[in-house]
C-alpha cells in the first residue's frame, strides 16, 4: 500500500494543480464581477452623496471613489482592487485621501452623508456623530437635524452638539457637564425631560441669561 502511496504521487500532484487551476478560475471570474459592481456602486454613491453635502453647505466639495487594481495577480479576500474615498474641499484643489485632507467637522458631515445614502442597506446598529455642526448653523444645520432624524429611524444615533437647531430634533436628551472640586474634575451625564429640554435649548439659542422670548423659541423648535 506504502508503495501504491508513492506511485500514484505524480497523479495526485496533477490532480491538486488542476484543482488549484480551476479555483484561480472561478476567483478571477468573481473578482471581475466583484469589480463591475463596485464601479456600478461607487457612481451611485458618489452621485447621491454629493447631492446630500450641498444641501449640508459643501456644495464646492468634490467626493470620489478611486478603485485600484492591485499589483500583485494573487487571490485577495477583498476582490482585485483597493477601495479609497477621495475628496477635495477646495475648488481647483485635486482629491486626496477624505482622512488626510477633511477636518473634523467635514469629516463628520461626509460621514453623515454617506451614512443617509447607505441607510437602507447598512448593518451599524450604532452611529455616532461628534462636532457634526462644525463651521455651520441656521438652515443647513436644521438640514443636519433631519439627516440625523432620518438615520435614527434605522439604528441608533448618538451626536454630540453645541447647535440648538440639531439638538432638538433629538429624541432623548442628555446634558454633558463639568465641575472642579479644586484637586479632581469630574463629568456629569444628566438626562432631561420636557421641560429641563426646553431649558437647555433656550440656554442653547440664548446664553446666559434666558428670556420669556428664548424660552417661547425653544418651546416651539422642540414641538414642530
Not at 481647483?92 to 485632507?101: D, N, S, V
Not at 432631561?192 to 433656550?202: G, T
Request: overall charge neutral; some cysteine; aromatic content about 2%.
Amino acid at each position: 500500500e506504502e508503495l501504491q502511496g508513492l506511485g500514484d504521487g505524480g497523479q495526485r500532484v496533477a490532480q491538486r494543480e488542476a484543482g488549484m487551476a480551476e479555483l484561480a478560475r472561478r476567483y478571477a471570474t468573481d473578482a471581475a464581477q466583484l469589480g463591475k459592481q463596485r464601479r456600478s456602486a461607487a457612481k451611485k454613491l458618489v452621485k447621491n452623496t454629493s447631492a446630500v453635502l450641498a444641501s449640508l453647505a459643501m456644495a464646492g466639495c468634490q467626493f470620489e471613489i478611486a478603485l485600484t487594481p492591485l499589483k500583485s495577480t494573487d487571490p485577495h479576500p477583498h476582490g482585485s482592487e483597493d477601495i479609497e474615498f477621495l475628496i477635495s474641499t477646495n475648488p481647483g484643489a485635486p482629491p486626496r485621501p477624505l482622512g488626510k485632507i477633511a477636518s473634523g467637522g467635514e469629516l463628520s458631515r461626509i460621514s453623515l452623508a454617506i451614512a443617509v445614502v447607505a441607510a437602507d442597506t447598512t448593518t451599524a446598529p450604532s452611529m455616532v456623530f461628534d462636532e457634526v455642526d462644525v463651521g455651520i448653523g441656521g438652515a443647513v444645520a436644521e438640514v443636519v437635524g433631519k439627516l440625523l432624524q432620518t438615520l435614527a429611524q434605522r439604528a441608533q444615533v448618538l451626536c454630540v452638539t453645541h447647535l440648538a437647531q440639531v439638538a432638538a430634533q433629538g429624541t432623548h436628551h442628555l446634558q454633558v457637564s463639568k465641575s472642579s472640586s479644586g484637586t479632581s474634575v469630574e463629568t456629569r451625564l444628566q438626562r432631561l425631560e420636557k421641560e429641563e429640554k426646553v431649558q437647555e435649548i433656550a440656554r442653547m439659542l440664548g446664553g446666559v441669561k434666558i428670556t420669556p422670548q428664548t424660552l417661547a423659541h425653544a418651546r416651539e423648535m422642540l414641538e414642530s
